[in-house]
């Protein structure tokens, strides 16, 4: 890791303890680029060094103290002034004094409580980071760095299937049918549309997969859609009678967990969408809601137990000791 310049006095650079071994994840930034960062899941420890250089040897650095900081933090873009800190922790390395050479302090954050998912969307953002800071009295040296954190789900008891009949009077009546109303990253969607009555020109039908972006509060809530997936299921007239299978794989696509009332900050929500087209290019659709959770056979070997026991539950379904017997036997599949 490349050290970072802070001015003519000194340089810091912020090591994790098992860098070499701490697996990446991909995460896409504000500008909608993809970078790697160190992944984290809730409950493990942060511990690294923070290793202070300065640029000038012989000469002395005053400060009023060196410290580390563990920080998660929600951004709305519409009020960048505030920043909404939902962990915030500190460790003094060093107290005020003068370092008279390079000098490298450890640090851990034990058990660290992350209780949210790693985000960046259209109008919020959600990270983690550490900021090491040694502070002066006109301009602190300082140095931040990333991480991403990923919440892991244990497999939902309660996974009833979506059916509902919907139409128009006298011209239209479909049923239609998805297998779950929850669904991991990975997973599929597997359905059935059923054409009862057909008295108007179909000539196209699809389903899309919304992702609804919520942020804001009261009169000042911002409402941002964005189609993730397009997904043709018949292109033709339909008959009476006739059936449509659905297959939809959602491991092609980048989606996040369902997010529902992050820190009251904001929410991210998914939606299968049924599109259906007349020959007049009428469109008629249907909406209804899903949730996607991360499964936990992301979980490593190398992974600490209590990090497993911290795992986010799936709507409080589950107990810690059963998602460590599915982490031990993923594990061992």
């Known amino acids: 890791m490349s050290f970072f310049s802070f001015g003519q006095s000194a340089e810091i650079d912020v090591i994790l303890s098992d860098s070499e071994s701490r697996k990446k994840a991909e995460h896409k930034t504000e500008d909608g680029k993809k970078d790697k960062y160190f992944l984290f899941y809730d409950g493990e420890t942060v511990a690294g060094k923070v290793s202070v250089t300065l640029k000038n040897p012989g000469k002395r650095l005053e400060h009023q103290g060196i410290k580390i900081e563990f920080v998660g933090q929600i951004e709305l873009y519409y009020d960048r002034g505030n920043h909404h800190e939902f962990v915030s922790l500190v460790k003094d390395l060093a107290r005020p004094g003068e370092l008279t050479q390079s000098q490298t302090f450890d640090f851990e954050f034990t058990h660290v409580e992350k209780p949210y998912e790693s985000y960046t969307g259209q109008n919020v953002k959600l990270r983690y980071f550490l900021r090491a800071t040694?502070?002066?009295?006109?301009?602190?040296?300082?140095?931040?760095?990333?991480?991403?954190?990923?919440?892991?789900?244990?497999?939902?008891?309660?996974?009833?299937?979506?059916?509902?009949?919907?139409?128009?009077?006298?011209?239209?009546?479909?049923?239609?049918?998805?297998?779950?109303?929850?669904?991991?990253?990975?997973?599929?969607?597997?359905?059935?549309?059923?054409?009862?009555?057909?008295?108007?020109?179909?000539?196209?039908?699809?389903?899309?997969?919304?992702?609804?972006?919520?942020?804001?509060?009261?009169?000042?809530?911002?409402?941002?859609?964005?189609?993730?997936?397009?997904?043709?299921?018949?292109?033709?007239?339909?008959?009476?009678?006739?059936?449509?299978?659905?297959?939809?794989?959602?491991?092609?696509?980048?989606?996040?967990?369902?997010?529902?009332?992050?820190?009251?900050?904001?929410?991210?929500?998914?939606?299968?969408?049924?599109?259906?087209?007349?020959?007049?290019?009428?469109?008629?659709?249907?909406?209804?809601?899903?949730?996607?959770?991360?499964?936990?056979?992301?979980?490593?070997?190398?992974?600490?137990?209590?990090?497993?026991?911290?795992?986010?539950?799936?709507?409080g379904s589950a107990s810690s000791e059963s998602a460590l017997e599915q982490a031990a036997r993923e594990d061992s599949g």
């Open 134 to 315: 040694v502070s002066r009295r006109l301009n602190d040296i300082s140095k931040e760095m990333d991480i991403v954190v990923h919440t892991l789900s244990t497999y939902p008891e309660l996974n009833s299937s979506i059916k509902m009949e919907v139409g128009i009077e006298d011209c239209l009546h479909i049923e239609f049918e998805y297998n779950k109303s929850k669904y991991h990253l990975k997973d599929v969607i597997v359905g059935k549309i059923y054409f009862l009555l057909v008295r108007i020109k179909i000539k196209h039908m699809e389903i899309d997969i919304i992702k609804r972006e919520t942020t804001g509060t009261g009169p000042s809530v911002y409402h941002e859609n964005d189609t993730i997936a397009k997904y043709e299921i018949m292109d033709g007239a339909p008959v009476r009678g006739e059936s449509i299978p659905i297959r939809l794989f959602l491991a092609g696509y980048e989606m996040t967990p369902t997010m529902r009332d992050i820190n009251k900050k904001f929410s991210v929500r998914y939606y299968l969408n049924l599109v259906l087209i007349d020959e007049e290019e009428r469109r008629y659709f249907k909406q209804q809601e899903i949730t996607l959770w991360r499964k936990g056979d992301v979980v490593r070997k190398s992974m600490s137990a209590q990090a497993t026991i911290g795992a986010q539950r799936f709507e």
